[in-house]
């Protein structure tokens, strides 16, 4: 899958499903498409996106995290969820399959980035 060049055009895309044998993001790659999604960092190589929210109370986070979770299956594509602290939210997202970064996780934190969350 190429490079994707406007949030709005990896918000039309659906994710496709990896189970490997599919090159990960370099570094630069990773760097374009991250100018895509607002608010998210490359990290640990980088193989993973991250970004945090902190949220109204836990329930607005709880609700926020299952919003995601029905996103995630819908493209079929898993982040890792964490609420912490009852209302910091963080959203870690990396293509297990291939151990490092794909155009899906792109995807998927501009389609997260559209749902409605409850900031304090």
């Given at each position: 899958?190429?490079?994707?060049?406007?949030?709005?055009?990896?918000?039309?895309?659906?994710?496709?499903?990896?189970e490997?044998?599919?090159?990960?993001?370099?570094?630069?790659?990773?760097?374009?498409?991250?100018?895509?999604?607002?608010?998210?960092?490359l990290?640990?190589?980088?193989?993973?996106?991250?970004?945090?929210?902190?949220?109204?109370?836990?329930?607005?986070?709880?609700?926020?995290?299952?919003?995601?979770?029905?996103?995630?299956?819908?493209?079929?594509?898993?982040p890792?969820?964490?609420?912490?602290?009852?209302?910091?939210?963080?959203?870690?997202?990396?293509?297990?399959?291939?151990g490092?970064?794909?155009?899906?996780?792109?995807?998927?934190?501009?389609k997260?980035?559209?749902?409605?969350?409850?900031?304090?």
């Amino acid at each position: 899958m190429s490079e994707v060049s406007t949030t709005k055009e990896l918000c039309s895309i659906k994710c496709v499903p990896c189970e490997g044998g599919v090159a990960r993001l370099t570094t630069d790659e990773a760097q374009r498409q991250l100018q895509q999604v607002d608010g998210w960092e490359l990290r640990a190589g980088p193989d993973r996106i991250t970004r945090s929210w902190t949220v109204k109370n836990f329930m607005a986070g709880l609700a926020f995290l299952d919003k995601v979770g029905d996103l995630a299956e819908d493209e079929g594509h898993h982040p890792d969820l964490h609420l912490v602290g009852y209302r910091n939210v963080t959203i870690d997202i990396r293509t297990h399959a291939i151990g490092g970064l794909s155009l899906n996780d792109f995807i998927l934190a501009a389609k997260i980035d559209r749902l409605p969350i409850d900031e304090k």
